[in-house]
């Protein structure tokens, strides 16, 4: 069985960067993709971007191109999503996923806690 | 905007069957890409429901069933019960010139009367 933990809640001043963390047990972290989506308060599931560890390459969304980066230790079997630049629309829910990707279908089987980043003057 | 519409809104007594819709375009759903459906009850992370269009992942019950038919998809929930009382969303992939990701629809909301 595959657990996610993620790091804590965070309080941010805009224009600052922000790093989650996403510790996995059970199953072999290298073998399987890690993705990030976030949920702005009261809003939708919005996808932002995910790492296969062991190939060690990142895909991002168009939106968030350029201000996120996506990492994986794969000794510590951690995922990072670190975004910068920080505006109050970034003050959602982040949470991380396990990333099931094949030639037509791309689902999150198992899901993190959700770490809730506040971005606030 | 979400790439794939959902009802904001659906309801239903105990009992009943209701459906929610997930409706795509030629780049995601009707390029022929899984949907996927998820449940987030309040407070919480949300949770698989239904994976590859029609399959539940183990411990879902066979009360929640899915389908696909061209640029479109539909959750079913029959037997409705209070604890079914949650946020439902559809997921696919899209893929055209503007590159390709992971969307969601925009979640709907399921009342029990």
């Known amino acids: 069985q595959v657990q996610l933990v993620q790091s804590g809640a965070e309080v941010k001043k805009p224009g600052s960067s922000v790093k989650v963390s996403c510790k996995a047990s059970?199953?072999?972290?290298?073998?399987?993709?890690i993705s990030w989506v976030r949920q702005a308060p009261g809003q939708g599931l919005e996808w932002m971007g995910g790492?296969?560890?062991?190939?060690?390459?990142?895909n991002y969304a168009q939106k968030f191109q350029g201000r996120v980066t996506i990492t994986a230790d794969e000794s510590t079997s951690t995922a990072y999503m670190e975004l910068s630049s920080l505006r109050s629309e970034d003050t959602a829910v982040y949470y991380c996923?396990?990333?099931?990707?094949?030639?037509?279908?791309?689902?999150?089987?198992?899901w993190g806690q959700g770490t809730l980043v506040t971005v606030s003057s | 905007q979400s790439v794939l519409t959902q009802p904001p809104s659906v309801s239903g007594a105990p009992g009943q069957r209701v459906t929610i819709s997930c409706t795509g375009s030629?780049?995601?759903?009707?390029?022929?890409?899984?949907v996927h459906w998820y449940q987030q009850l309040p407070g919480t992370a949300p949770k698989l429901l239904i994976y590859g269009n029609s399959n539940r992942p183990s411990g879902v019950p066979d009360r929640f069933s899915g389908s696909k038919s061209g640029t479109s998809a539909s959750l079913a929930i029959t037997g409705l019960q209070a604890e079914d009382e949650a946020d439902y969303y559809c997921?696919?992939?899209?893929?055209?010139?503007?590159?390709?990701?992971?969307?969601f629809g925009g979640g709907t909301k399921l009342t029990v009367l």
């Open positions: 059970g199953g072999t972290f290298s073998s399987y993709a």
């Open positions: 996923a396990r990333w099931v990707a094949g030639s037509s279908t791309n689902y999150f089987d198992y």
């Open positions: 790492i296969i560890p062991i190939f060690g390459t990142a």
């Open positions: 997921q696919s992939y899209d893929s055209s010139l503007s590159g390709s990701k992971v969307v």
């Open positions: 030629s780049s995601n759903i009707g390029a022929g890409y899984d």
